[in-house]
């Protein structure tokens, strides 16, 4: 059976530490491909400027292009919005019927949990959910334990390296004539300089 994880973000830029994270869950969970399921435009972050989906999709592609195991989805971009997990999730089983789904998450989204869209829908419609934990992380563990029962015999943890390395932080330093290149896959550095993205 394959292994799937489904790694979503709206990678604006896709970043160093974005492949890291992908690499150390696809290597500790033994899987067979990571779909990166770039978010069109999260229902959290309406407010915020976001990049085209294109470029971002662009950008994604270039960075991911020399990785077998990653592959980028733009699933999310071929259905009106709002854009929720549990309907993906819903997508992915009948696309995947014989595949393992793992969703990727960060600690903090983890503590989060209870206020998702349809939480309950969500851990009913993955196999697995690998959380990589960051220190300082903290989770109301009575809670999810009383509220998602079925969580902790899907949850996986994957030990992440602490870095110091966000979309924002690179968009910010670009903005301000700071120096950002090394926090990005040389292709996706050319793309921002050349079309002055986030100035």
Known sequence: MQRLGIFGGTFDPPHLGHMILAAEAADQLQL??????????????????????????????????????????????????????????AILRERYPQSCLVLLIGGDSLQYLPEWHEPATVIARLDELGVMARPGNTCDW????????????????????????????????????????????????????NRRFYR
């Open 142 to 193: 009575e809670l999810l334990d009383r509220s998602f029962p079925e969580l902790r015999a899907k949850l996986r943890m994957i030990d992440a390296p602490l870095l110091e390395i966000s979309s924002s932080k690179i968009r910010e330093r670009a903005a301000t004539g700071h120096h950002f290149r090394y926090y990005l896959d040389d292709g996706v550095y050319q793309i921002i300089k």
């Open 32 to 89: 067979d491909k990571v779909l990166w399921m770039l978010a069109p435009t999260p229902p959290h972050k309406l407010s915020s400027h976001v990049s085209s989906f294109a470029d971002r999709a662009e950008m994604v592609q270039t960075c991911i292009a020399a990785e077998p195991k990653f592959e980028l989805s733009q699933l999310e971009n071929e259905r009106s919005g709002p854009h929720y997990t549990a309907d993906t999730l």
